[in-house]
């Protein structure tokens, strides 16, 4: 029996704290980057691992992921570019929940988690049990709700709820210490939750990354995936003894909460 690496995933930083994937497909040397704001280290990546670019996977149009399409596209030129509508630089492939992306022999598909932006999209491996979540979700976090409301974020969070607890979580920001602060003021006795901030702090003290997630990870620590949590939603209510305790108040208020955090 022939045995097929898996898929492999390189988070490359750009910017100050963003990250890149670059997912290859050891099988036809096949290669897609998810969100590009700088080409030149996604080309040194690229060139490493001998791989052969052949699309780009922007998870939403904010310049901090598609700010360096234009610049890849002249580098290598016929580059597949998705994305959900033409304020993606560079689009050649609009797609749409549930659409096939391909990288090599290595099949996603589209989930549409909007509100953050409303044209943002995750690119979801089922068989390799891998989501790429841009500005949606984060290690500990969500995304500003810049284009949609609180009820729209927890369907999107709903949704990514809904994978595989095992499934790798592959976020756009290296947010995760401040966002476990953040889930901390709201549950501090949250055991999960402690043992994730120290494991946070170790991380990045040395030079490291807190990407990837998991599902479940996020199930237990982030207040963005708990707003059913005993102890969130006791928190808010000693704190604002007049909010309403349905899901989206409880989201809506987490989310208010963390934007002035
Ligand atoms: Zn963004």
Redesign the pocket.
């Known amino acids: 029996m022939e045995i097929v690496e898996a898929m492999k995933v390189i988070a490359i930083p750009q910017l100050s704290d963003n990250y890149a994937y670059l997912i290859v497909d050891p099988a036809s040397g096949e290669a897609g980057i998810v969100d590009c704001a700088e080409p030149k280290p996604i080309l040194e990546a690229v060139e490493k691992e001998g791989a052969h670019l052949t699309s780009i996977l922007p998870t939403?149009h904010?310049f901090?992921?598609v700010g360096g399409n234009e610049e890849l596209l002249a580098a290598v030129p016929g580059l597949t570019v998705y994305g959900y509508d033409d304020r993606v630089p560079g689009l050649t492939l609009t797609v749409r929940e549930g659409d096939a992306v391909r990288v090599g022999s290595l099949e996603g598909r589209i989930l549409e988690i909007p509100a953050?932006?409303t044209g943002h999209i995750a690119y979801y491996f089922e068989k390799e049990r891998a989501v790429f979540t841009?500005?949606t979700l984060f290690a500990g976090g969500c995304?500003r709700l810049f284009e949609g409301d609180a009820a729209m974020m927890v369907q999107s969070m709903q949704k990514l709820r809904e994978l595989p607890p095992e499934t790798k979580v592959y976020f756009?920001h290296e947010y995760t210490e401040n966002n476990l602060d953040f889930a901390l003021t709201l549950e501090p006795r949250n055991s999960a939750l402690q043992q994730k901030r120290k494991w946070a702090a170790q991380q990045v003290a040395g030079g490291g990354y807190t990407t990837p997630t998991t599902i479940e990870s996020e199930e237990e620590t982030n207040p963005f995936f708990r707003w059913q949590s005993e102890e969130l939603r006791q928190t808010l209510a000693e704190k604002f003894p007049d909010l309403p305790m349905d899901d989206v108040s409880v989201f809506a208020k987490t989310r208010s909460l963390k934007d002035n955090f």
């Open positions: 939403h904010h901090d992921h953050h932006t841009g500005d995304g756009g």
